[in-house]
Every structure is written in C-alpha cells, then in structure tokens.
C-alpha cells in the first residue's frame, strides 16, 4: 500500500490479511484504463468465511462484512 490508502488505514489500525492463494487458474484482478477489474473475492473475518449482503434494505448491520471485504479487495491490490 502507498499513500493516502496506507496511511488512513494506518491511523484505523487496520492491518490488511495476507491474500489466500487463488482457487483455480485465474489472476486476482486486470487493470483497463483506470478501472480495476477484481476476482474471487470471498469475505473472511477471523478465520472464517462469511456471508454478507448489501444494497438498500439492509442497515448499518451489514458495515463490518463490507469493510472486511474492502480490507482483503485493497490487500489482493496490493500484490501486483
């Protein structure tokens, strides 16, 4: 991580995960322009797999599972 990024999740004393290795024969994520295409994503927190959803129905409940996945997103950015 480099920057604002690093920094900020620095000041939250959140520390990214180190990404699992792929599942299959895919890159993690492809760059086009300024657009980052990401693949196989799959929330974990603590260990364990979780399953969250998002979207307009669902309330503040849902915050933790979404930063968990911006977490381990911004980590799999980091390796390339």
Excluded: D
Aim: charged share 15%; glycine share 12%; proline share 6%.
């Amino acid at each position: 991580m480099s920057g604002r990024v690093e920094a900020r999740m620095t000041e939250l004393g959140i520390k990214p995960p180190i990404p699992a290795a792929t599942a299959a024969n895919y890159v993690p994520f492809g760059a086009s322009g300024n657009l980052v295409f990401v693949a196989g994503q799959i929330c974990h927190s603590n260990g364990e797999r979780r399953q969250i959803r998002l979207g307009a129905a669902v309330g503040v409940s849902a915050l933790p599972g979404a930063v968990a996945v911006a977490v381990e997103v911004e980590a799999t950015l980091e390796i390339g």
